[in-house]
């Protein structure tokens, strides 16, 4: 190869480059605000449905051990509080939104994210299906509200000393789901410990 | 720490394992799985280049696409601007198949220079290493895993060489233990619909069954 | 011409069952249906687009450097993919996750670009890239449909025959090697079948002309 050459293959590979990333900048640009309005309508999302019963929430606090944000009802009185957590599944990191009313109590959880075994550890945030395939393509039967998967629902309610997994018929603790106990372990684990750090940082202020 | 890496380590060469959980870099796993020669002489050279990538790349990330005070850029043109102006992160595919095939390209250049011997050996597979997802699978998920929100978390270097070290030994006993079993089953009496790519398929579903079987390890 | 571009890469060269390529993708996501649908869409997007710009470009690059050329305008395409995916589908980008980037890699698009687009006018590579997607869509469709009745006995998450139990190994890593190589074997099985009945056809022609000359 000559100089001339190697220059020239030089020049056009910068150029394609610079081209390339061009367009890229661009596209970033047109759906970063996208991207952001997403987080924040999932933000919002989330706390709706782990604390139900509030009517307007704050903006995040920052805590000594852990943020959170209040809920608070038309009174603006606070009825209850909501904070993330997070714990090492199976294959990822689950992360959660907790919600507790002023006794501790939970009133609800959502896993915000998760990278599970397909099939088995997605289990926790599916939502259980009444309609059967045939049904669905006839048009028939089912509910129009969307549900929420049963192995959420099943935390609120609960006090702290009962969110422990077992693997038998339960009411009070948490029932595991079939073939992804380490999942819910996981869930569960992740509820318990910040709950645990909110309540403590709660009792020092 | 030593424990941290190490259970990165296994992770990835057994519970996780790159071909038999993640699928990746499948095609050398069929390709050049048929006798055991080859298959030593590509997973040396895939374990080579997946550690070279995973440093590199997690370099380049760093210092020039992740958004913060260690950004080059703004280092030099980031005068009174928030250093969050300086992401560059959805560059980030493009700069790492580029970087992965010049350090190819490069260790192709090395190796002939050096030592003709290892060339020879080595020589064929590299070229293929490129289009490997494998590696670029690799140092994708080194920065899915080991930054937070652009912020490297602690060991996050080490722990990428780790996790790349220990991918291309997991690729190498994958491609290792297929290539042993096909040499067997050269002689072994199978449908003929089945010769070739179904039966290395089906053999791996074994392998991957097996390998189900470490899942409880970390 | 332009629909013979198109079909030969849904049969007669479909990408993943007569090629062999593209296997990582094909096996990784192909738990659900629409997991399979998405990235099917995904790929197909990318090598349409690249495939016509390589097409355009293809005088204006030197041919020592096409190689990289052809890398960086594939890799635009896959980013958009996935700024666009991010932005619209984040459940789908989600569930796919680390496999988006990995389009880049995909042996499919990269050879169409050499192989097809750096050879031949616009409007042939546009069909070619279109009909090796589709191509790619449907085997990623019927290995996600297999696996999802099978493993989970639903289709597009609903459920299929009550009271079945599903195979749960189906869904997990070993199920998708099982199902591409029992599907590889159905396909050479029919393709051997085909071959011998076209050569007992040929030799009883061959057969017949020498009968009548006894």
Known sequence: ?205 | MIGELFIIFIGVVLVNNFVLVRFLGLCPYIGVSKDLKSAVGMGIAVIFVMTMASAVTWLIYYYFLAPGPHNVWFALFGDGVDPSAFDFTYLRTITFILIIAALVQLVEMVIIKTSPALYHALGIYLPLITTNCAVLGVAVLNIDIFFKGGEAVSWSLLKSLTQGFGAGVGFTLALILMASIRERLELADIPPALKGAPIAFLVGALMSMAFLGFTGLI | MIIQEFTKGIFKRNPVFVLLLGLCPTLAVSTSVENAIGMGAAATFVLVFSNILVSLIKNIIPKKIRIPCFIVVIATFVTMVELFLEAYLPDLNESLGLYVPLIVVNCIILGRAEAFASRNPVMLSLADGLGMGVGFSLALLLLGSIREILGSNALFGYELIPGFRPAMIMILPPGAFLTIGFLLGLFALIRSRRVEREEKMMNAEIALPEGAKE
Request: aromatic content about 8%; proline content about 3%.
């Open chain 1, 1 to 205: 190869m000559d100089k001339d050459s190697i220059i020239k293959f030089g020049l056009v590979l910068m150029v394609i480059c610079f081209v390339a990333g061009t367009a890229l900048a661009v596209t970033y640009r047109m759906t970063k605000s996208l991207v952001e309005e997403q987080y924040q309508a999932q933000q919002l999302n989330a706390l709706k449905v782990v604390l139900p019963q509030a009517a307007e929430f704050s903006e995040r606090k920052s805590g000594a051990e852990i943020d959170y944000y209040e809920g608070v009802d038309k009174e603006k009185k606070v009825v209850g509080y909501a904070f993330a957590g997070a714990a090492k599944g199976y294959s990822s990191t689950i992360k959660v939104m907790v919600g507790i009313d002023p006794e501790g109590t939970v009133t609800g959880i959502k896993i915000t994210e998760q990278k599970e075994t397909p099939g088995l550890g997605t289990k926790s945030v599916e939502v259980p299906v009444t309609q059967t395939f045939w049904e669905a393509i006839l048009g028939r039967g089912g509910s129009e509200k969307p549900g929420r998967p049963w192995f959420e629902e099943q935390f609120s309610g609960k006090e702290l000393k009962n969110l422990k997994v077992v693997t038998g018929k339960t009411d009070t603790e948490i029932h595991a789901l079939t073939g992804a106990t380490i999942t819910s372990k996981a869930v569960t684990k992740a509820v318990r410990e910040s709950i645990d750090k909110f309540l403590n940082q709660l009792k020092k202020n």
